[in-house]
């Protein structure tokens, strides 16, 4: 019976990281998409994703860091994009769904490492807006 539990509670956790991922809300847009910038409260991460032309969903992060200033990046990084899994997020971070790294949405840490590829957004008070160019060239990623 114990035994059992630790197993069942090992899955579960399992899947939390690895498994099953954030819920990612799809948006649309010709040349940009955006979002009410007060659907991003500070600390908070939210994940998006957009389909291009060709019918790929290129996924992204947009949030808050604790400045209160909006961060973008995209849900995957060199390192770890190859298993296609992404980021979760846990208490202001980004947690890498292969390697486990954590970092917070707006780290720049070195090139090669599984630190979050920038994806540059605009605050426009009322509206966050990133253009859909920037999706479709990292659009390999995914």
């Known amino acids: 019976m114990i035994a059992s539990a630790v197993v069942l509670t090992a899955v579960t956790m399992t899947l939390a ?4 991922g954030p819920r990612v809300t799809p948006l649309a847009g010709r040349d940009s998409v955006s ?3 007060g659907e991003l409260g500070r600390g908070e991460i939210r994940f998006f994703s957009y389909r291009d032309d060709g019918g790929k969903q290129i996924r992204f992060i947009l949030g808050r860091d604790r400045t209160g200033k909006v961060q973008g990046a995209f849900d995957a990084c060199q390192q ?5 899994k992404g980021y979760t997020s846990s208490r202001g971070y980004l947690v890498c769904r292969i390697c486990g790294n954590r970092y917070p949405l707006d780290s720049r840490a070195g090139v090669g490492s599984c630190a979050p590829i920038r994806l540059i ?3 426009r ?3 966050v807006t ?9 659009g ?3």
Do not use: N
């Open 17 to 20: 990281v690895v498994g099953v």
């Open 35 to 37: 979002i009410p910038s």
């Open 80 to 84: 770890c994009s190859q298993y296609r």
């Open 121 to 123: 957004v605009q605050d």
């Open 125 to 127: 008070g009322k509206t």
């Open 130 to 138: 990133l253009e859909t160019r920037q999706l479709k060239e990292h």
């Open 140 to 142: 390999a990623l995914f």
